[in-house]
């Protein structure tokens, strides 16, 4: 079964740069959720868009913005890069808001490192 | 913020043994779900609960809703060496906007002993 695309897998930027993280979700979800997973940490929650809006918002720092496209692929910018955003950063993918939780599914991530 | 406490932080078996791993909270979820994470790879669900009470198996996997709503546990019956890796337990954070965050445990590192 298709699952979540992330791209790039790396990448390697130098400080104050900016980057750009990508994610596909399944075919037909159509809310994704970004996090990000420093070194030996848990996941941590970023923002969250539904049919291209923004829906939740976690502790994203104001240098990182995200959206949701017509298509519902997603992406993350983030500008002025510290050595501290160097970490893993997951997109998630999760079909609908039934008034319910809807169960989200990984994508394999990207690595981010800042030298 | 909601936080999860999870136990054991890690945990050193033999190959066939039952392991058995817990998750509390001081604040009520309605939704508990457990993931289980590969080095450098995404979590992938492992089961999710929706009811208190509520006990779900996944082939080898029991998980279990805690009647409080606060707690959750995950057994798995006679660990093989694929079963290594770090289970997170995670629960949504309802903020009314919908498209909840989850909010995640520590983890426990799983580690299968020779």
Redesign the interface.
């Known amino acids: 079964a298709a699952g979540?695309i992330q791209s790039p897998r790396h990448l390697i930027k130098e400080k104050r740069e900016t980057a750009t993280l990508k994610c596909y979700p399944i075919p037909r979800h159509d809310?994704v959720?970004w996090?990000q997973q420093g070194p030996g940490q848990?996941?941590?929650?970023?923002?969250?868009?539904?049919e291209k809006m923004q829906?939740?918002k976690?502790s994203i720092p104001d240098r990182f913005s995200a959206q949701q496209f017509s298509d519902y692929h997603s992406e993350l910018n983030m500008s002025s890069l510290e050595l501290g955003d160097s970490a893993?950063y997951?997109c998630?993918s999760?079909l609908g808001?039934s008034g319910?939780?809807?169960?989200?599914?990984?994508?394999?991530?990207t690595?981010l490192t800042v030298l | 913020g909601q936080q999860l406490n999870q136990s054991p932080q890690s945990m050193f078996i033999q190959e066939g043994e039952d392991v058995s791993m817990n998750c509390t909270s001081s604040s009520i979820f309605n939704t508990w779900l457990w993931y289980k994470q590969d080095p450098g790879e995404g979590p992938v669900l492992l089961i999710a609960l929706y009811k208190a009470g509520e006990l779900t198996s996944n082939g080898r996997l029991t998980a279990q809703f805690g009647i409080t709503r606060k707690d959750s546990f995950l057994n798995i019956s006679a660990s093989i060496p694929s079963d290594v890796g770090i289970y997170f337990c995670a629960g949504p954070v309802y903020s009314g906007g919908g498209a909840d965050g989850l909010t995640f445990g520590k983890g426990t590192h799983l580690i299968i002993q020779p």
């Open positions: 979540v809310t959720y996090y848990d996941p941590q929650f970023l923002i969250s868009f539904y829906s939740d976690g893993l997951f998630a999760s808001q319910g939780f809807n169960e989200q599914f990984f994508g394999p991530g690595r």
